[in-house]
């Protein structure tokens, strides 16, 4: 009579056990319903995997949920360089937002464990999470120069090989297309190429030559488009202006590689002094000390 009750006890436990293993793996199968597999199929239908995918699927929902808080400043503003910078990534302004929020949280973080690490301060962490929050803003900023850099440095060669075909006989739109066809990849020719896909498509001339303006926004480049403009509304030869232009822009480049050579040396007087010159001087000068004080 006395084993009965602790059977019993056995069999409530056994009971109780198999429920809450069969309420854990229910909440862990409506989880996997309700978010996992959703997320699963998004970033299977946007071909995305691995940690990319998940990293960019945050982004893109933390971008929905800034959408609503965002200032319109702030949005042209960052719109505005991501366009220049040629759009890295497909970012839009609020995904840019995730990612200096992304970049303020993860910097917090990285600040609490080296205070932690070396016992300092706690505090600290809020300078290290202040330059994760302006990280993208720098990186954002060296994309665009680096694609002013590359623009630079094929605008020349295109703009001789349109100068050219357009001597040769060809239209604009044919001269452009000999561009796209043999110039040298880049985001360069990637705009000529956005340029006549317009231009096919029935824009006018001078409105797809000003949103290119827009979209690079480099000095050489506004330059030399509003020369076709005005010659498009002058009713000048392209040629001849494709020529000036051309003359121009090597001109140009030529001056800027002096200027650069010509502060070369300027620029090399700081690591001269603090670098080459003490170790000339301890070379020098150490044997004739080492002499004196023996």
Same mark, same amino acid.
């Given at each position: 009579?006395? *084993?009965?009750?602790?059977?019993?006890?056995?069999?409530?436990?056994?009971?109780?056990?198999?429920?809450?293993?069969?309420?854990?793996?229910?909440?862990? #199968?409506?989880?996997?319903?309700?978010?996992? %597999?959703?997320?699963?199929? *998004?970033?299977?239908? *946007?071909?995305?995997?691995? +940690?990319?995918? &998940?990293?960019?699927?945050?982004?893109?929902?933390?971008?929905?949920?800034?959408? =609503? #808080? +965002?200032?319109?400043?702030?949005?042209?503003?960052?719109?505005?360089?991501?366009?220049?910078?040629?759009?890295?990534?497909?970012?839009?302004?609020?995904?840019?937002?995730?990612?200096?929020?992304?970049?303020?949280?993860?910097?917090?973080?990285? $600040?609490?464990?080296?205070?932690?690490?070396?016992?300092?301060?706690?505090?600290? &962490?809020?300078?290290?999470?202040?330059?994760?929050?302006? #990280?993208?803003?720098?990186?954002?900023?060296?994309?665009?120069?680096?694609?002013?850099?590359?623009?630079?440095?094929?605008?020349?060669?295109?703009?001789?090989?349109?100068?050219?075909?357009?001597?040769?006989? !060809?239209?604009?739109?044919?001269?452009?297309?000999?561009?796209?066809?043999?110039?040298?990849? $880049?985001?360069?020719?990637? *705009?000529?190429?956005?340029?006549?896909? /317009?231009?096919?498509?029935?824009?006018?001339?001078?409105?797809?030559?000003?949103?290119?303006?827009?979209?690079?926004?480099?000095?050489?480049?506004? /330059?030399?488009?509003?020369?076709?403009? %005005?010659?498009?509304?002058? $009713?000048?030869?392209?040629?001849?202006?494709?020529?000036?232009?051309?003359?121009? !822009?090597?001109?140009?480049?030529? /001056? =800027?590689?002096?200027?650069?050579?010509?502060? &070369?040396?300027?620029?090399?007087?700081?690591?001269?002094?603090?670098?080459?010159?003490?170790?000339?001087?301890?070379?020098?000068?150490?044997?004739?000390?080492?002499?004196?004080?023996?």
């Amino acid at each position: 009579m006395q *084993e009965i009750p602790s059977i019993l006890i056995s069999i409530a436990y056994l009971v109780a056990a198999l429920a809450t293993a069969a309420a854990v793996w229910l909440f862990i #199968y409506w989880v996997y319903r309700s978010y996992l %597999q959703k997320l699963s199929d *998004e970033m299977r239908n *946007e071909s995305l995997g691995g +940690m990319k995918g &998940a990293s960019s699927l945050i982004i893109r929902r933390l971008g929905v949920i800034n959408r =609503r #808080y +965002m200032r319109p400043n702030y949005e042209n503003s960052i719109r505005r360089q991501l366009v220049r910078a040629g759009e890295p990534g497909d970012y839009h302004p609020e995904e840019f937002m995730a990612l200096q929020e992304i970049g303020l949280v993860v910097g917090v973080l990285f $600040g609490l464990f080296g205070a932690n690490a070396f016992e300092a301060n706690l505090l600290w &962490a809020v300078p290290v999470g202040l330059i994760g929050l302006w #990280y993208p803003k720098i990186w954002l900023r060296d994309q665009v120069k680096k694609r002013h850099l590359l623009i630079s440095r094929a605008l020349p060669y295109d703009l001789d090989l349109l100068t050219l075909s357009v001597e040769a006989g !060809l239209d604009f739109t044919g001269a452009l297309a000999k561009v796209v066809e043999k110039g040298k990849p $880049g985001p360069l020719r990637d *705009e000529f190429n956005l340029v006549l896909k /317009q231009l096919k498509m029935g824009k006018g001339r001078e409105e797809s030559l000003k949103s290119m303006v827009y979209r690079i926004d480099l000095p050489a480049v506004t /330059q030399f488009i509003s020369a076709l403009i %005005q010659a498009d509304r002058m $009713g000048t030869s392209l040629g001849k202006v494709l020529r000036i232009q051309s003359t121009q !822009l090597r001109f140009d480049r030529t /001056q =800027r590689a002096e200027k650069l050579a010509n502060e &070369a040396p300027v620029k090399m007087l700081f690591p001269l002094i603090a670098c080459i010159f003490p170790m000339v001087f301890l070379v020098l000068f150490s044997p004739i000390v080492y002499a004196l004080m023996n």
